[in-house]
DNA sequence: GCCTGGATTGTCT
DNA sequence: GACAATCCAGGCA
């Protein structure tokens, strides 16, 4: 099976566009990956956004050239993992909430704790936690960084996903921005 | 098995 | 000083 990393090009375009095609996509984490089957769309006029209120230290990745890695601390205890859409500085970003976990699920284990796979990387907080996600990882470049990927197998998006409202958040969540494979 | 409430800290106003 | 794109334990059905 082949695996192909994700180009830049692939990133560029509004994150609504973008969320639904990273679907059955593969996130690579060092030793670990896992399928992405879970994500959310979040735009520059979104209240739920970072962004919303403009530039700050924390969401400046988000209105950085597509394709990068925004992670953020939450809830005092909480990581959470985002792609960067758009173009430079758009502030447009794919929110990933959920995968299945298909490498180093060993690796997860001894980090999460002994579980069934699906529940080692069913929610934002956790996938960053199981894939060894950090502050650390803020700002990398998914298309040239050695450790961190977003890769395609060959398997495609499907063909009718569902979508729901977004959860989570307490403002706009009548959007129907959110893509389950 | 489903639902409810508490935990906990970085960041912004 | 208040809030936040969450998780998990514990109680009840």
């Given at each position: 099976m082949t695996e192909q990393r994700l180009e830049r090009e692939f990133f560029e375009r509004g994150s609504v566009e973008l969320a639904p095609a990273l679907l059955n996509k593969i996130l690579v984490a060092g030793p670990c990956a896992g399928r992405i089957v879970e994500v959310e769309a979040y735009r520059p006029?979104?209240?739920?956004?970072?962004?919303f209120r403009g530039r700050t230290a924390r969401n400046a990745t988000m209105f950085g050239p597509a394709g990068h890695l925004y992670v953020y601390f939450t809830y005092g205890m909480h990581f959470c993992a985002n792609v960067v859409a758009g173009t430079?500085?758009?502030a447009q970003a794919v929110l990933l909430r959920g995968l299945v976990p298909l490498r180093g699920i060993e690796i997860m284990r001894g980090r999460?704790?002994?579980?069934p796979d699906r529940l080692l990387t069913d929610g934002p907080g956790k996938l960053c936690q199981a894939l060894g996600i950090?502050?650390?990882?803020?700002?990398?470049d998914l298309c040239t960084n050695a450790e961190l990927a977003i890769v395609d197998d060959g398997t495609l998006p499907p063909a009718t996903p569902v979508i729901t409202p977004r959860i989570g958040?307490?403002?706009?969540?009548?959007?129907?921005w959110r893509w389950l494979a």
């Open positions: 006029d979104d209240p739920a956004s970072h962004s430079d500085g758009d999460r704790g002994n579980k950090d502050r650390r990882h803020d700002g990398v958040i307490r403002v706009a969540t009548e959007q129907p």
